[in-house]
């Protein structure tokens, strides 16, 4: 049985926008830290739905 772990690949992404975004506006302290809590946020997402995708196989 494989696991992956999609909270760090979430949060990831979430890195990579923020800082683009933030370079792009100047702010990227700000940016940075809400690409953070966007990423954390599709990282759970994709974790709940990889979880019941497992246990409707079984």
């Known amino acids: 049985m494989k696991k992956n772990n999609k909270l760090g690949i ?3 992404i979430g890195i990579g926008i ?8 100047g702010n990227l302290g700000l940016w940075l830290s809400v690409g953070i809590a966007i990423g954390a946020g599709i990282g759970t997402t994709l974790n709940k739905t990889n979880k019941s995708e497992e246990s409707d196989k079984s």
Not at 18 to 25: K, L, P, Q
């Open 10 to 12: 979430g949060i990831a």
């Open 18 to 25: 923020g800082t683009a975004v933030g370079v792009a506006t």
